[in-house]
């Protein structure tokens, strides 16, 4: 897939406009002193405060930026770093370091931004991984329980979190990509206020597994590619008795068998309780060999080799309705000819107080 041509400067001066307007840009702004304090029954600043971060792709359109920025800005987030969203470089939101810096530069936060959200995938995150202050960075997000939400590419700076430190965080909607949307997800959107604001969420799937299932453990993953490359690295977690969840687009059957089969014989599928998958985008993919060789073809496969039960229909992965998951979380799972529920444990929530989630709902360009 070819990447869109640089923006016109004027489409980065209509940008540079809306930002200015959502308090991103102050440059050029005047200080005011307030006339009377603010009211002690607002929430503190850090609780709604969002941070973005670009480590990999870059944002081409810039009312879609704007438009995300808007909706965020809106819903009661107080932001930072928006001018990540106008960098570009070669293939990616930037060079090596300014996109490291937008990583590293969290542990200079105080107090840590309660939401850290990717602008969008692509690739770039794993140039990234080696240089990355895990020592500083992990206890920072741990104590301060603040929340990294983004899938795709982002797979590699969730996973390398956990393998290093243990940091939780969430497979779920990002800036550019999902929420500067022209016709954004209602679906999306209530999933992600829900999961993120709502402690011990579960996640029903309409989809029958037969036999009756029931196990728990460690929640974790996210798109295979990223997966199966951090293989035989120090940034894939060691996780034993887990609940792996798997998405990835536009791949052929026997591309995803193979990304899987890489994992079985680095002896990671085999130890863990459950497979689940999330959405391939695999309906317009036909074997050129054999049309009969699906997903579900694959699924049986590693199944029979591994004899770890391979569920599959979970709502989540480069899809218009996704829902929001919890990552390096506890997780109970169980089955019955209905279908299967996914419950979670404890995992870092948003307050909900003091924010308008209706307001990531807008439709439009910003005026």
């Not at 932001?79 to 960098?87: P, T």
């Not at 998958?277 to 699924?299: M, Q, R, S, W």
Request: aromatic residues 8%; contains cysteine; charged residues 15%.
């Amino acid at each position: 897939m070819s990447i869109p041509p640089l923006a016109s400067r004027r489409d980065f001066l209509r940008l540079g406009s809306a930002l200015a307007g959502l308090g991103i840009l102050q440059g050029c702004s005047t200080a005011v002193t307030p006339t009377t304090p603010p009211s002690p029954t607002l929430p503190p600043l850090r609780a709604t405060t969002l941070r973005l971060i670009a480590p990999s792709g870059p944002s081409a359109d810039p009312v879609q930026c704007a438009r995300a920025l808007d909706r965020l800005s809106r819903a009661g987030f107080a932001l930072l770093n928006g001018e990540c969203l106008s960098r570009r470089y070669q293939r990616f939101a930037g060079t090596d370091a300014e996109r490291l810096a937008d990583v590293n530069g969290l542990v200079n936060s105080r107090p840590a931004p309660k939401l850290i959200l990717a602008t969008r995938g692509g690739f770039g995150v794993m140039r990234l991984l080696p240089k990355i202050d895990y020592a500083r960075l992990c206890p920072l997000l741990k104590e301060s329980g603040s929340l990294l939400i983004g899938y795709s590419d982002i797979t590699a700076l969730q996973l390398a979190l956990l393998a290093q430190g243990g940091v939780p965080s969430f497979a779920g909607p990002m800036a550019y990509s999902d929420f500067g949307s022209a016709n954004p997800s209602s679906y999306t959107l209530e999933q992600f206020r829900s999961v993120t604001t709502v402690p011990g969420w579960q996640l029903q799937v309409n989809r029958p597994f037969s036999p009756t299932l029931k196990t728990e453990g460690l929640f974790w993953g996210g798109n295979l590619s990223v997966v199966a490359a951090l293989a035989g690295t120090p940034y894939l977690p060691d996780v034993k008795g887990g609940i792996l969840f798997l998405e990835d687009t536009g791949e052929q059957p026997y591309r995803i068998e193979r990304m899987l089969q890489q994992l079985f014989l680095a002896g990671v599928l085999q130890q863990q309780k459950a497979i689940v998958f999330g959405d391939f985008k695999t309906d317009k993919l036909v074997d050129y060999y054999d049309p009969n060789y699906t997903l579900g073809t694959v699924a049986a496969q590693i199944e029979q080799e591994t004899g770890v039960p391979v569920l599959q229909g979970v709502p989540f992965g480069h899809i218009h309705d996704k829902t929001t998951l919890p990552l390096g979380v506890m997780a109970q799972l169980d089955s019955d000819i209905q279908g299967y529920t996914i419950r979670f444990g404890d995992y870092p929530t948003l307050p909900a107080d003091g924010l308008q989630f209706e307001q990531l709902q807008m439709n439009g360009t910003p005026q």
